[in-house]
């Protein structure tokens, strides 16, 4: 996962539904409140930190994942299938 203007891009951005899914972010590269990262359909939210970088969930179904900074002002979608 990294930053690019004020989008998360996701490599790869599809993701198997039903599987677990691990979000690996780096830190270093996540701007002011880009660190706090939330997944609104999953009650996830978590601020990333050197040394605690990944989020795990398990998508319940195909269709896309919104991922968003608290404020929504960083976004990025994911796609389950
Ligand atoms: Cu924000």
Do not use: H, W
């Amino acid at each position: 996962m990294t930053v690019q203007a004020s989008n998360y891009v996701f490599s790869p951005a599809t993701v198997q539904a039903g599987a677990l899914v691990r979000l690996v972010f780096d830190a270093n590269g996540l701007p002011g409140c880009s660190r706090t990262v939330t997944l609104p359909d999953y009650d996830i939210t978590k601020t990333i930190v050197a040394g605690d970088e990944t989020i795990e969930f398990t998508p319940s179904d195909a269709g896309p994942i919104a991922v968003a900074c608290s404020m929504n002002m960083f976004t990025g979608t994911l796609m389950a299938e």
